[in-house]
């Protein structure tokens, strides 16, 4: 088989404000990766070393055909985590039961990538023995880090990270805008005040205030917010008085981590009672989060009493079948991301230092939130479900510190963004057998890190392991559905080790860790779950759970080629239907494992009828997942008859629906079948290109099939098939171009009709072809959401309004009937 061709997949940071020019380490960085494998950006706090990475990574990108990728580590803590985190970044989903470094390491192993790792320096040893696997394995992975230390390796090479230079305010300061200070400085004053320039009046008072700053990029920004109520002799004067204060009399005496802190903590002063105390409070959330999350989290007086931190609670309530003792929820209408726990609680007037912090309303935290966006504490993006925010890390640190001054309330806060987290995991389990799935999957995704916070506080925390346990099993479909399989089985072990008693939560952890160890192949460790998981349920009474455990033994049957067996355990459990409180998710899919088997066994005809009738269930409720699995089954039945016009038909929209919820192993597996049917009506180039895509999706699950031998002998018939027709110099070829479309192109070719160059963009089944017209801005705006461009760069390119751009992405998804920029990209790909 030939080598995929390389390439380009470049996942960079959007840039929210303007670089400052910094051009010798740019050239210097650019140098060093020209001959250095490992090279790491240190410097201290506040100094610019992501934003420089970001620009480093941007300028090399063209000499890595596989792509730059940025490893975000801010939010991290778990030193386990650091390697998932990495396969994360890359999009590699390994569902192998091996440890997780080694298969990256092969995975990427003829691979020509740039890893990009930030914030290193609380893990810096685990960001070592990455690096150093990496490696010692790999010859074409270059790595850039960012630490305030170096890791430690001897293939390091270490750039220095300096703060900007600044001229001598008492010198010559005619040439003052060649000064990178001076000119963020200015830059950042104008954002707040309109038409702020640097003039023959005030160079010498920002030359004064940057030298007093000692020219760290993070200091000279937060001072410069303070231009909204004060001018630059004001600020200076009031930041002398704290350095006065913070060294006793004598300002030059302030070494430069403590000038970052002072200008940090003044502030801090100049926040208001309520901003300080939501900043401490936000300072437990990792990565991003939205509004909801910070009201949860900030507001006092909320009602934590419906989900007990830990301890007995009712079973799960998820988008079930009705039972008498859980309430009904089959509409799939829920929507998961509503407005955050109710606050009962009064503001207190600002609280004088060392006073207890001021109780908050969930509308005093939304007003702080804006204060602390406009004081640039809190930075503002774009996200999955609208506007997210994000802390920087210096300024994490020093929330966390002012937190941890009153007793209680770190943990106190900890436990409120768990409860929180667990609240939103159970209203989106109950809303994931509907129509919104693909926001869910992505703003699961989006708070990635936060689960992994609430998590984790919930298992190095006494008391709270029963809630950890919870939490992660019922984030099964997310674990499942998503590519997070080796994540949610790191949770799960932990979870199961820490909480051992014979609960509802233990029965239900079992049965996820038995789904998701068979995902990994790991069939022997998977039966063992789903069989202690069945005995359990029954012995606890549940009949959902039960009915949930032998959902995953039937498909260990399935998968370990023992399909006379599967074909009997799943018709007896389709014959019995629903069971009361059982996740019709997982009962569509044991709809779905009896298609699968009928078609393998011949009956074709059998397994159409049952797939017909699984649709409309999904239909009636607006799903999309077990649809797409539906859809494809639906397509193999009907090759199986030589109806190969429709098999296509409903392969390429399970295709479709894959790619909304990133269900990446099922694109694979539809790509193979697609692949089949092309070679089965002779349009094998088009089988050959398809089959080339699937291999390097598959490379990014794992370093083989998913599934059984059975199963995969669709794939090795079509590849056959298709080599025999061209020969292997052309097949290779063909596997080639294919190997080298990022995912979205080659979703997009698979849409596409076979043989020829598409006329028409492929669009939802719902749409009238004719109908759907972009206007040339929409058009325009489309391609650049296609190069995946954010809201801000799209309005940066075109010299528009965010908000237009946002309007513009709004109505090309109205148009077109799709939910996603996802979608966005493969139909632009489509119509090129």
Known sequence: MGGSAPRRDHHLPAETTSFVDRRGELTLGRELLAHARLVTLTGPGGVGKTRLAGRIAARVRRAFPDGVRFVHLSGLHDPALVPLAAADALGLHDRSSRPTLDVLVEQVRDR???????????????????????????????????????????????????????????????????????????????????????????????????????????????????????????????????????????????????????????????????????????????????????????????????????????????????????????SGTHTPFGAAAPAVATQSAAAPPGAAAPALRTEDVLEAVAGLVDKSVLCRESGPGGVRYRMLDTLRQYGLERLRRGAGEEEAARRRQRDWTARRAEACERGWFGPGQPETAARLRADRDNLRAALDFSLSTPGEALAGLRLAGTLWFHWHACGAAREGLYWLDRALTAAPGPTRERARGLWVAGLLAAATRDFPRGRRHAEDALALARALGDPAEAAHAEYVIGVIRLFGDDLPGALEHFEATVARGPVPGQHLSLFGL???????????????????????????????????????????????????????????????????????????????????????????????????????????????????????????????????????????????????????????????????????????????????????????????????????????????????????????????????????????????TAQR
């Open 590 to 828: 044991d709809q779905v494992e009896l298609a699968c088997a009928l078609g393998f066994l011949g009956e074709a005809e059998r397994a159409v009828e049952v797939c017909e009738r699984t649709l409309r269930l999904c239909e009636r409720h607006g799903e999309q997942w077990v649809r797409s699995y539906v859809l494809r089954m639906l397509a193999l039945a009907h090759t199986v008859r030589g109806d190969r016009p429709r098999a296509e038909r409903h392969a390429r929209e399970a295709l479709r629906l894959k790619l909304a919820v990133h269900d990446v192993t099922g694109i694979a597996l539809t790509l193979d079948l697609l692949a089949s049917i092309a070679a089965g009506r002779d349009a094998h180039q088009h089988a050959a290109l398809l089959l080339g895509g699937a291999d390097r999706v598959w490379a990014d699950i794992d370093t083989g099939r998913w599934g059984a031998h059975t199963l995969n002998s669709v794939r090795r018939d079509s590849e056959e098939r298709a080599a025999r027709a061209l020969g292997r110099e052309g097949f290779e070829r063909a596997h080639r171009r294919g190997g080298a479309l990022g995912l979205t192109e080659l979703v997009g070719h698979a849409l596409q009709e076979t043989g020829r160059p598409p006329t028409e963009p492929a669009l939802p089944a719902s749409h009238d072809d004719t109908a759907v017209r972009l206007t040339r801005r929409e058009t325009e705006v489309a391609r650049l959401v296609a190069e995946g461009l954010a809201n801000q760069q799209i309005a940066d390119r075109l010299v528009i309004a965010r908000r237009t751009a946002e309007g513009h992405v709004e109505r090309i998804l109205s148009k077109l009937g799709f939910s996603n920029r996802t979608q966005i990209a493969a139909w632009v």
């Open 112 to 330: 020509r990538l740039l890893l990009v790792v930030d914030n290193c320096e609380h893990l810096a040893g685990a960001c070592a023995r990455l690096a150093g696997a990496l490696l010692h394995v790999t010859e074409g992975v270059r790595i850039l880090a960012t630490s305030r230390h170096r890791l430690g390796l001897t293939e390091e090479h270490l750039l220095e990270v300096r703060p900007l230079p600044v001229p001598d305010p008492d010198g010559d300061l005619s040439a003052a805008e060649g000064y990178p200070a001076l000119t963020l400085f200015a830059d950042r004053a104008a954002a707040v005040v309109p038409g702020f320039r640097l003039t023959a009046a005030n160079r010498a008072s920002v030359a004064r205030l940057c030298h007093r700053l000692d020219g760290l990029p993070l200091a000279i920004e937060l001072a410069a917010v303070r231009m909204r109520v004060l001018d630059v002799d004001q600020i200076l004067q009031r930041l002398d008085d704290r350095y006065r204060f913070l060294t006793t009399g004598s300002p030059t005496a302030l070494p430069r981590h403590q000038t970052l802190r002072a200008a940090v903590s003044w502030s801090h002063d100049l926040c208001t009672a309520t901003e300080q105390t939501v900043w401490a409070r936000l300072s437990v959330l990792a990565g991003s989060f939205d509004l909801e999350t910070a009201e949860a989290v900030c507001a006092d007086g909320t009602n934590s009493t419906e989900h007990p931190a830990s301890g007995e609670r009712p079973a799960h309530q998820g988008a079930r079948t009705e039972s008498p003792t859980r309430p009904p929820n089959n």
